[in-house]
């Protein structure tokens, strides 16, 4: 049912259109054919997934691979998208009473039918970008055409992120689709409140102690800190204070240390050694 959706979210952020050829032939292995999805007028073939239970992991299964060069050689294409999508569905309410997305605006509306005379059902589709008006016009009509028609109203909540220090690295097929976001490196209070707000919580929650068992104060995590100005992100950190809980946590296994934990200096320095945390050679990298 999606399958029209993405391609119509496909062609609005890539601003191309997509041409439909139906079944195509080998031009020279007869018993070969291909259905693609579509072509772009670049000449880039789109195979489209809108998978109903297996979740989106950002891999390819390996059939779809195989699949995929074999419409390229019916084809005779060098290049195809693989477009992954995942609708989320909502009630009407819930659907026009939250505004769009800043990073996802598409979102839409399928009107279901059912043919009787076909015996099948058909979907028509609202454009991904309209306003709320356009949306209730698209519903009225659908009404006036069959008062049992059902609705999905549908939005976008999944995108794929992941950082690099080098684009010359990268696929210049996947470096052209990609929205690059250049992210300067975090400041000694940048990783306070990464440190207070998301690290220390995650970590505690990985050896199941409480939240305020284990005690840094702010001075405390500024000396940790320290230790690791060398690198922009925040990878060394985490891997400090997970040093750190981790000691914690035997200690109170064996019975030599009660919580809740008051940390002092004298024993986050010994936890973390005498070297501390190596500076990390590719600086460069966030998390």
Same mark, same amino acid.
């Given at each position: 049912?999606? #399958?029209?959706?993405? &391609?119509?979210?496909?062609?609005?952020?890539?601003?191309?259109?997509?041409?439909?050829?139906?079944?195509l032939?080998?031009?020279?292995?007869?018993?070969?054919? /291909?259905?693609?999805?579509?072509?772009?007028?670049?000449g =880039?073939?789109l195979?489209?997934?809108?998978?109903?239970?297996?979740?989106?992991?950002?891999?390819?299964?390996?059939?779809?691979?195989?699949?995929i060069?074999? &419409?390229?050689? =019916?084809? +005779? *294409?060098?290049?195809?998208?693989?477009l992954?999508?995942?609708? #989320?569905?909502?009630?009407?309410?819930?659907?026009?009473?939250?505004?769009?997305?800043?990073?996802?605006?598409?979102?839409?509306?399928?009107?279901?039918?059912?043919?009787?005379?076909?015996?099948?059902?058909?979907?028509?589709?609202?454009?991904?970008?309209?306003?709320?008006? /356009?949306?209730?016009?698209?519903?009225?009509?659908?009404?006036?055409?069959?008062?049992?028609v059902?609705?999905?109203?549908?939005? @976008?909540?999944?995108?794929?992120?992941?950082?690099?220090?080098?684009?010359?690295?990268?696929?210049?097929?996947?470096?052209?689709?990609?929205?690059?976001?250049?992210?300067n490196?975090?400041?000694?209070?940048?990783?306070?409140?990464? %440190?207070?707000? !998301?690290?220390?919580?995650? @970590?505690?929650?990985?050896?199941?102690?409480?939240?305020?068992?284990?005690?840094? +104060?702010?001075?405390? $995590?500024?000396?940790? @800190?320290? /230790?690791? &100005?060398?690198?922009? +992100?925040?990878?060394?950190?985490?891997?400090?204070? !997970?040093?750190?809980?981790?000691? =914690?946590? *035997?200690?109170?296994?064996m019975? %030599?240390?009660? *919580?809740p934990?008051? $940390?002092?200096?004298?024993? =986050?320095?010994?936890?973390?050694?005498?070297?501390?945390?190596?500076?990390?050679? !590719?600086? %460069?990298?966030?998390?």
């Amino acid at each position: 049912m999606y #399958e029209d959706v993405a &391609q119509q979210v496909y062609c609005k952020r890539n601003g191309v259109r997509i041409h439909e050829f139906g079944l195509l032939k080998h031009p020279t292995v007869a018993h070969i054919g /291909a259905s693609p999805d579509g072509i772009s007028e670049l000449g =880039v073939m789109l195979e489209i997934k809108c998978p109903y239970r297996r979740q989106i992991t950002g891999e390819v299964p390996v059939q779809y691979y195989y699949q995929i060069q074999g &419409q390229l050689e =019916v084809c +005779g *294409l060098q290049e195809c998208d693989y477009l992954e999508l995942k609708l #989320e569905e909502s009630p009407r309410p819930d659907f026009y009473d939250t505004a769009g997305h800043t990073i996802f605006p598409e979102r839409g509306v399928v009107a279901e039918f059912y043919d009787s005379e076909a015996g099948k059902t058909v979907y028509t589709y609202s454009g991904v970008d309209w306003p709320v008006t /356009a949306l209730q016009e698209f519903e009225c009509k659908a009404v006036e055409r069959d008062a049992a028609v059902k609705f999905h109203y549908w939005t @976008i909540r999944s995108l794929m992120i992941f950082s690099f220090n080098d684009a010359s690295c990268i696929s210049p097929i996947l470096l052209d689709r990609m929205t690059i976001i250049n992210a300067n490196g975090y400041n000694a209070a940048d990783k306070l409140k990464i %440190a207070t707000r !998301h690290l220390i919580p995650e @970590i505690l929650k990985e050896f199941s102690m409480e939240p305020d068992s284990v005690v840094f +104060g702010d001075g405390l $995590l500024r000396h940790i @800190i320290e /230790a690791t &100005q060398g690198e922009e +992100g925040v990878r060394n950190l985490k891997r400090s204070l !997970h040093t750190i809980i981790s000691n =914690v946590n *035997l200690q109170r296994i064996m019975n %030599a240390k009660p *919580l809740p934990c008051v $940390l002092t200096k004298e024993e =986050v320095d010994k936890f973390m050694g005498p070297t501390k945390v190596p500076y990390m050679m !590719h600086s %460069a990298m966030y998390v």
